[in-house]
């Protein structure tokens, strides 16, 4: 009987619970590696264009330190870290039973995932990720933008200072839908960004794998990290100009009377007329310098706790 005893199937539990677990990991290296280039992004998309508080990037990099030490850099970092279990479970989770859900005929019969298959899943995962990262981003937004307002207006006093301040003043005025601010623009950004990001990650290691005779699993790390950060890139620079969108609606305030950014439409419009085109492109360099370090980061870690989990 030995004999004819092979390895156990492994159950769709515990599959998605090794994708969550996975992507939990990978999202804490992604937030610490991250967190102070998005700092710098949001701050420079959402500073006041007469006068600006920052110059630059580096001049953003340098007031941040001298204002707030360099703690400063990771201002609401607490949302991201905390929210890590949730958004990475929805992530991965969704990432990994999409491409299972493709991987299967309708006859129930396994099928191989073809280049479009790849960048179909990443497509699904990014909408539903929108609905677990749009509340971490509004309450990081939240914060990051204080400084801004305080050096704009001496008498400006922060209505909360820490996230769970913020969850409550939101939940406050604006109910269970408060922290959900921007998920119009998040969706529209993380459908198409994840289809790129995703689906290039895995098509690059797929074909990897093949030219190097290996398993995917098998790849050496520097591959996945250069994948990984290409993906990242192709993320950032397909659809930039909406995340400009996004964090304006997400840094605005919770009273929606008082909103200068109350919708999508509006708020493209007043942009524009802000800053023409180059309007919707501050803040690009901080999260390109973010791209490539973080993502790679986050898939190498995705990649090397899953193949530990399956061994």
């Avoid at 610490?32 to 959402?46: C, E, I, S």
């Avoid at 969706?187 to 690059?204: K, S």
Wanted: net charge positive; proline share 7%; aromatic share 10%.
């Amino acid at each position: 009987m030995s004999g004819t005893d092979g390895p156990k199937p492994v159950s769709p539990l515990v599959k998605v619970g090794r994708d969550v677990f996975a992507g939990t990991a990978g999202g804490i290296a992604v937030t610490l590696v991250g967190h102070p280039f998005d700092t710098l992004k949001v701050r420079l998309q959402t500073q006041p264009t007469n006068p600006p508080i920052y110059d630059g990037v580096l001049d953003c990099l340098k007031k941040t330190i001298k204002w707030e030490g360099p703690a400063g850099l990771y201002k609401g970092v607490t949302s991201p870290l905390a929210g890590q279990m949730f958004f990475r479970a929805t992530l991965f989770g969704a990432f990994g039973g999409s491409k299972r859900w493709l991987a299967t005929n309708w006859d129930g019969t396994p099928r191989e995932l073809s280049v479009a298959d790849f960048y179909k899943a990443g497509m699904m995962t990014g909408f539903a990720a929108a609905f677990t990262e749009g509340p971490i981003d509004f309450y990081k937004s939240q914060l990051q933008v204080q400084i801004i307002r305080a050096k704009a207006d001496p008498n400006y006093k922060p209505p909360y200072t820490t996230v769970g301040e913020c969850v409550k003043a939101t939940i406050r005025q604006n109910g269970i839908r408060g922290p959900f601010q921007a998920l119009g623009p998040t969706i529209v950004r993380n459908t198409p960004a994840n289809a790129a990001f995703l689906g290039t990650f895995q098509v690059l290691k797929e074909s990897a794998a093949k030219k190097y005779d290996c398993k995917v699993a098998d790849l050496p790390g520097l591959t996945v990290m250069a994948a990984a950060g290409f993906g990242g890139l192709l993320y950032w620079v397909l659809i930039f100009p909406v995340d400009v969108v996004k964090s304006a609606m997400a840094a605005d305030t919770i009273v929606k009377a008082e909103r200068t950014y109350p919708d999508m439409v509006t708020t493209t419009k007043k942009l524009w007329a802000d800053g023409g085109f180059k309007r919707f492109y501050r803040g690009f360099t901080p999260c390109l310098m973010r791209a490539v370090p973080a993502n790679a980061a986050m898939l190498y870690t995705v990649d090397k706790v899953t193949a530990m989990l399956s061994s």
